[in-house]
């Protein structure tokens, strides 16, 4: 069983930066591919970035690729997503997921099987 907390969302204005934290409860959290989704009211949750279980490898959506920065620090069971220029179109709510998969970095809501509750990101123009 692994608990997800996620931290730092807010208020920023366009061109700003912000960084995501999800801290995990557990032994086991190096174990885990973790990933960050996010979900704008009337839209369905979407893939944002994912970090396989060593940090060695990462995959970003292409709306994010560039601007967003997913790590990982497994002494402190926390993963980072740190956002720098920042759109209106980034307004959401961003979650974290932890997937017990090894071999590959997962992308998909489904292939996650913790989710934490999830920290609002509103972006003003």
């Known amino acids: 069983q692994v608990q997800l907390v996620e931290s730092g969302g807010g208020l920023v204005q366009a061109g700003g930066s912000l960084r995501l934290s999800c801290a995990a409860s557990?032994?086991?959290?190096?174990?885990?591919?973790m990933g960050w989704f996010r979900q704008a009211p009337g839209k369905e949750r979407e893939f944002v970035a994912a970090?396989?279980?060593?940090?060695?490898?990462?995959y970003y959506a292409d709306s994010v690729k560039g601007r967003f920065t997913i790590s990982r620090d497994n002494a402190k069971n926390t993963v980072y997503l740190q956002m720098n220029s920042l759109k209106p179109e980034d307004t959401a709510v961003y979650y974290c997921?932890?997937?017990?998969?090894?071999?590959?970095?997962?992308?998909?809501?489904?292939?996650?099987?913790?989710w934490g509750q999830g920290t609002q990101v509103t972006v003003s123009s």
């Open positions: 997921a932890a997937a017990g998969i090894r071999r590959r970095v997962p992308v998909r809501t489904g292939e996650y099987d913790y």
């Open positions: 970090i396989n279980w060593s940090g060695s490898s990462t």
């Open positions: 557990g032994r086991t959290f190096s174990s885990y591919a």
